[in-house]
């Protein structure tokens, strides 16, 4: 590893060489395919792009521990599904319900608050949690060489977008002191707001009603709305970023799509086309038609995680 | 004027004083009330406070341009209101039908193509029509003024969005080169968008569906979902600005929150509560109270557009 290596836990090989080549290619002054720098744009999945999501999205992990903080004032859910099961520590029973029982969940555990509570819930939860295998708190279980990616990419002049499935003012109250990404350059799934007055001042309410799904089809049209234009680098881990990734390969001029395989069954997990979250399948088979780098991470990463700096 | 005045445009005051002492305040290093760089969000609506927008909003010349334009492939237009009207050059009957009337030639002219189409005919469409009165280009009927404001807040370190009731993906294909605001710091109003395929490509389709109207209580909702974190400093024109100045300023630190009023019958229009066009009533009665900085376009601004460069 030279000292100027701006990638120093990726190891050498094709998949650190073509996101290293691309970035010079399009930032190099006087390179040929020179990109404007307003047009550097890169986005960036979240949930096991660049942090774990296994065996559960940390949403969820969240999610079930606010239904067990609000249980108190809440007795009607010991009897009520999908709360009971959630209340037992029995998840599994409490997801039976699909994706009705999981629209509850998430309204009852992310509305009814203003913009500021929620900002500070989720402040103090994220500081405090831990991973139930690792211990780690989960701000500690990001992607030492995604993070890498993220800052060279800032000093090749790109401007970094995560464009996450992920509650969108979930992430922001902690991705700009973890990754680097300030609150506006974070697009997410949301639900709707409203501007109202409590004692006589002015607060923003979260209501029990989604607004939108940033997903699939979804992670493109919140490019539009949010970023107004197509991106020209795209990272991603799962078939949910398929669209984003066809997306910005589609343009005209250099792009390039990247998926993150994982195949780490010792320092993280293996999984792909059978896993419930993060399935990866149609995007993995297509990748060499679609020119898709496709990252192999027991292979090429050296390192997974930042070493622990807890408690 | 001293050479190093950032504002030369503006008539030395009170009004000149207040902002660019709050600047000063929450940027300079060392400052007692300064404000991280990252805090650092101004937001500005668009018509009537950054360009002119009498007679009538710009996006509404644009409108009516494009029903013209369009109307060979709509015969039955000729007998349709609110089509049959502009075809006749009667704007006023067209708007005859109200709100329902109104969304019907955005419809007409805003959905059924491509972002990327769209993008296009917006473009072409600003690069060549102009004002029926100064017969000047729409983009050179912006306010000297603000532009200076724009250009000294980014030079202390602030970001600036542009908070508009108009259409976000009218504006975002100039306002870079006109404002220097690049499009992912545009927001606006919206109509849905759809991923599809046509011949075998991604686009992303125009639907004729109204998405999120960013004026009045939708002002700070807009902010919350694109910026995701509450402005310090407010720029507007209008009761539609109401709502972001008032959820601007009610923070706590240092906020300022600035009204143009339009004043100048000589050089612009002098308008105020009796017009239809960016009404202002309530925003203007309420500003002492509020503590909002007043701006006289006729006493604070020496000069209203840049040096004309038509044609
Ligand atoms: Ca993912
Ligand atoms: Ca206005």
Redesign the interface.
Known sequence: VRASDPLPSWAEGPAKESILGFIQRVSAPGSPEEVPA?ER?AVFDNDGTLWSEQPMYVQAFFAFDRVRQLAPEHPEWREREPFASILRGDLATSLQGGEPALLEIIMATHAGLT?DEFDRVVSDWISEARHPVTKRRFTQMVYLPMLEILAHLRKSGF?T?IVSGGG??FM?PWA?AVYGV?????VGS?IR???QYRDG??V?ERLAEI?FIDDK??K??GI??????RPILAFGNSDGDY?ML??TT?GSGPRLGVLIHHTDNEREQAYDRDSLVGRLDRALREAPVQGWAVIDMKRDWRQIYPASVQP
């Open positions: 307003s744009i913009t401007k977008f969108i003012d922001r700009e300030p609150p506006e350059q974070v949301s707001l409203a501007y001042s002015p923003i607004d089809v979804g493109p049209v539009q709305q949010h970023i107004g234009r669209q066809e997306w589609a």
